[in-house]
């Protein structure tokens, strides 16, 4: 920890801004499913059938694609990178198995 001023300032993680990223992304897969089953719920002649299955698709796809983007994102982002070719970033991905690189 850092005191600076009487204050003590912890840095809770290393590269901030990820974090940030991916709550980010935790909150439009939440807030986005979470008030379209609340439309649902609550606005039932509006909301319902092929519309709501669409919309709920969508928000649910685009979730899972941000999901699958994120790692490709601290790799490319990350200061430590700079300059360096984009097969090198793809081979610091760590895996410990085929079946949890092919998923």
Do not use: M
């Amino acid at each position: 920890p850092d005191i600076e001023h009487g204050t003590v300032h912890v840095n809770l993680a290393s590269k901030p801004r990820f974090v940030i990223t991916f709550a980010f992304i935790l909150a439009f897969n939440c807030l986005g499913s979470g008030i379209l089953w609340l439309c649902y719920a609550c606005l039932n002649k509006r909301c319902h059938g092929l519309s709501f299955k669409a919309t709920i698709f969508f928000i649910d796809q685009l979730a899972d694609l941000l999901y699958t983007i994120f790692p490709f994102y601290i790799i490319l982002a990350d200061d430590y990178n700079q300059g360096a070719n984009f097969w090198v970033l793809l081979a610091q991905l760590n895996t410990t198995s085929a079946l949890a690189f092919i998923s």
